[in-house]
Antibody, heavy 118, light 108 residues
């Protein structure tokens, strides 16, 4: 069974940093591009970032470029999102999602909540 | 960044048909995918590549895409279909995913 479990969310002050993790299981992790998507409270879905299978292609939404860094550890089936210079508008549930062709996200984790507040 | 335009809400009686649109210039040239999200849950893929259904998704869910509008149609609507629905495309010109604004489907 395909499963993804996010962790690392919590309360951070504006300007702070946090790293999210996503543990994948039930599929060959190294064969898939992976993504982060977020959803602010009461708002819609917003794509955040994508990383290719071997980390040679990485893309970011304009809203996080320069502040967030996506990475992966294929040996441990882990996806990461390092978030720096956090702002109030970064507050959201963050989902990791597996990418398949033609470019879409077929399986999602249950999400982890980031709260940014002083 | 931009978003795809969806109606904020659609109301439908049980047994009737719900139609949700997703608009963008020449969206018919892109592959469109649709997600259902119930409160407190992660999104679930219901239609991919304009018209295909993942295994386990009822045939009542169907999609189409042409010109400037993609459409998700839910036939014979049931109470359990009440949820938010989002469209998604991959924009090759900017190498970004773009979501629709979301549509709340209410079953009367």
């Amino acid at each position: 069974e395909v499963q993804m479990l996010e962790s690392g969310g919590g309360l951070v002050k504006p300007g702070g940093s946090l790293r999210l993790s996503c543990a994948a299981s039930g599929f060959p992790f190294t064969n898939y591009n992976m993504n982060w998507v977020r959803q602010a409270p009461g708002k819609g879905l917003e794509w955040v970032s994508c990383i290719s299978r071997s980390s040679d292609f990485i893309y970011y939404a304009d809203s996080v470029k320069g502040r967030f860094t996506i990475s992966r550890d294929n040996a441990r089936n882990l996806l990461y999102l390092q978030m720096n210079s956090l702002r109030a508008d970064d507050m959201a549930v963050y989902y990791c999602a597996r990418e398949v062709q033609p470019n879409h996200l077929d399986y999602w984790g249950q999400g982890t909540l980031l709260t940014v507040s002083s | 960044s931009y978003v795809l335009t969806q109606p904020p809400s659609v109301s439908v009686a049980p047994g009737q048909t719900a139609t949700i649109t997703c608009g963008d210039n020449n969206i018919g040239s892109k592959s469109v995918h649709w997600y259902q999200q119930k409160p407190g849950q992660a999104p679930v893929l219901v239609v991919y590549d304009d018209t295909d259904r993942p295994s386990g998704i009822p045939e009542r869910f169907s999609g189409s895409n042409s010109g400037n509008t993609a459409t998700l149609t839910i036939s014979r609507v049931e109470a359990g279909d009440e949820a938010d629905y989002y469209c998604l495309v991959w924009d090759t010109t900017i190498d970004h995913y773009v979501f629709g604004t979301g549509t709340k489907v209410t079953v009367l």
